[in-house]
């Protein structure tokens, strides 16, 4: 659908982010940040899976080789 436009690394990272951010919505915060967590959770998640940043494709950066 989209063409990749993240290195393994940052697919990893982006993963990690998001796993982390899902546990600390889950057990730690509460009201908006908690709400703020999940939305960089379903961020972190959609594009370390995907492969493909939004932001990377308006600016013109391709981390993958």
Do not use: H, P, W
Not at 13 to 35: E, K
Not at 57 to 64: A, C, D, H
Request: overall charge positive; charged content about 15%; aromatic content about 12%.
């Amino acid at each position: 659908m989209f063409k990749q436009n993240e290195s393994d690394l940052d697919k990893n990272i982006r993963l990690a982010v998001g796993i982390i951010s899902l546990l600390l919505g889950v057990f730690t915060f509460s009201g908006t940040m908690q709400i703020l967590a999940f939305i960089v959770a379903g961020l972190g998640i959609f594009t370390g899976l995907s492969g493909f940043c939004f932001l990377y494709k308006l600016l013109g950066i391709n981390t993958k080789k």
